[in-house]
């Protein structure tokens, strides 16, 4: 059976409308529970910002008996935090006894200024390989993860640690500095886009793919996890779509 274009839309329509009523289920049961105690929450600033800080303020509207402490943390300093409950990163997570959850795919490309490109493009040997990276300045967003990077028309894969010009947690200061053309840049695809098109940047190695710093949510391996912490995890993985960048794609 083939559905009409209007019988999709309204199969679609009452999806929604189903899924809607789910979340609403879900939110009365959750709201049953008398949750108590705190929660600590770490995470860069744009996901803090923009999808942690509201789903945390609405699971906190539900279980007024649960107070919460929200910080701006990055890179692997969640290790040394024993009073940590949850933590969001990006990039692959080294092994340890933390559960990673991928919640999101966040595409990455190498690119440069337009004035830095054309520089770059008369330089010999021109810059064909990763590991002739090395040889330029580079900007990083993370100095202790890897740049990994797979061929288009081969089965080769390298890695590369970059020895950056200017490292930092900060995303908007690594993309000033791109843009003022300090160096090579790693950054997010699907938020540069406008800047690609528009030639403020440049994709380099396009015929190398550079693996994406996806979105993975953090918590300690613990046999009797706090169940307010277990709460608010299955609501952040509920609800997570809803507030998702739209440049990010699903796991």
């Not at 886009?193 to 979105?215: N, T």
Request: glycine fraction near 4%; proline fraction near 7%.
């Amino acid at each position: 059976m083939v559905l009409t274009k209007e019988g999709e839309q309204l199969f679609h329509s009452y999806a929604e409308l189903f899924a809607q009523i789910e979340r609403k289920q879900e939110e009365v049961e959750q709201a049953k529970r008398d949750y108590r105690g705190e929660i600590a929450i770490s995470a860069p600033v744009l996901p803090l910002r923009h999808q942690l800080t509201p789903l945390a303020l609405e699971f906190a509207e539900l279980h007024p008996n649960v107070t919460l402490r929200m910080q701006v943390g990055s890179g692997l300093d969640y290790f040394s935090q024993r009073d940590l409950d949850i933590a969001l990163r990006f990039g692959p997570q080294p092994e340890s006894d933390w559960v990673a959850r991928k919640l999101a795919r966040n595409p990455s490309v190498l690119c440069a200024s337009a004035e830095l490109a054309a520089k770059l493009s008369t330089v010999a040997p021109a810059l064909t390989h990763p590991e002739q990276l090395k040889e330029h300045p580079l900007l990083s967003l993370n100095h202790k993860l890897p740049w990994i990077f797979h061929h288009h028309n081969v089965a080769q894969k390298v890695q590369f640690i970059p020895t950056a010009r200017l490292c930092s947690d900060e995303l908007d200061t690594i993309v000033q500095a791109t843009l003022q053309g300090m160096g090579i840049a790693r950054l997010p695809r699907g938020l540069m886009e406008p800047l690609l098109r528009s030639g403020q940047l440049i994709e380099l190695l396009p015929e190398w793919e550079i693996e994406g710093a996806d979105v993975y949510l953090l918590h300690p391996q613990r046999r009797f996890l706090p169940e307010r912490t277990q709460a608010l995890i299955d609501y952040i993985m509920t609800h997570w779509s809803r507030v998702a960048f739209s440049y990010w794609h699903q796991p």
